[in-house]
T-cell receptor, first 113, second 112 residues
Framework: SAVISQKPSRDICQRGTSLTIQCQVD?????MFWYRQQPGQSLTLIAT?????????ESGFVIDKFPISRPNLTFSTLTVSNMSPEDSSIYLC??????????FGQGTRLTVV | KQEVTQIPAALSVPEGENLVLNCSFT??????LQWFRQDPGKGLTSLLL?????REQTSGRLNASLDKSSGRSTLYIAASQPGDSATYLC???????????FGPGTRLSVLP
């Protein structure tokens, strides 16, 4: 298994500002993903965080809005830029183990006012 | 494109009942399937992982089955307890290294 620490757990932000979410894993992992969960909805993949190269974004998500860093195999950050109320969601970091099992951080509940 | 559905969307049962949650997926060419539990406002907790070559997995009061050819998985919860109240999500992965595609979840309430 993998233990994931995600910070902050929640935040209330002003529109137009940016928030950086951190994801720290207790072991080296190849696969790391960032998801968004809008209120009452299931999870939607934002991007795959690639170590040493640019993240791979899903349709509808762009690097200017959601820049991602992955400096090593245990750490990643997701920034939500120029926030609007529509960005209010739970943001989740996920990793995949060698046998293909996914583990999640506790999530960051973001409210934009 | 893989699509995952879950039935029912919500379920309310008295404590002690055995129950079944259903998950269907449109593309049977999957690498594995995983069931998760999510408490309100929290992250996801892994419950069971089933590899594509397996038919079922068990953990305590939980049993998950997989019928890849028909695109279905079921999560069986025995002797339900109020602490089982949560949203249950199933997710499928097409290939190793790829992300999971999630279903919308089943919101379970177990009444004392």
């Amino acid at each position: 298994s993998a233990v994931i620490s995600q910070k902050p757990s929640r935040d209330i932000c002003q529109r137009g500002t940016s928030l950086t979410i951190q994801c720290q894993v207790d072991s080296q992992v190849t696969m790391m993903f960032w998801y968004r969960q809008q209120p009452g909805q299931s999870l939607t993949l934002i991007a795959t965080a690639n170590q040493g190269s640019e993240a791979t974004y899903e349709s509808g998500f762009v690097i200017d809005k959601f820049p991602i860093s992955r400096p090593n195999l245990t750490f990643s950050t997701l920034t939500v830029s120029n926030m609007s109320p529509e960005d209010s969601s739970i943001y989740l970091c996920s990793v995949g183990t060698a046998r293909g099992e996914a583990f999640f951080g506790q999530g960051t509940r973001l409210t934009v006012v | 494109k893989q699509e995952v559905t879950q039935i029912p969307a919500a379920l309310s049962v008295p404590e002690g009942e055995n129950l079944v949650l259903n998950c269907s997926f449109t593309d049977s060419a999957i690498y594995n399937l995983q069931w998760f539990r999510q408490d309100p406002g929290k992250g996801l907790t892994s419950l069971l992982l089933i590899q594509s070559s397996q038919r079922e997995q068990t953990s305590g009061r939980l049993n998950a089955s997989l019928d890849k050819s028909s695109g279905r998985s079921t999560l069986y919860i025995a002797a339900s307890q109020p602490g089982d109240s949560a949203t249950y999500l199933c997710a499928v992965r097409a290939n190793y290294g790829q992300n999971f595609v999630f279903g919308p979840g089943t919101r379970l309430s177990v009444l004392p």
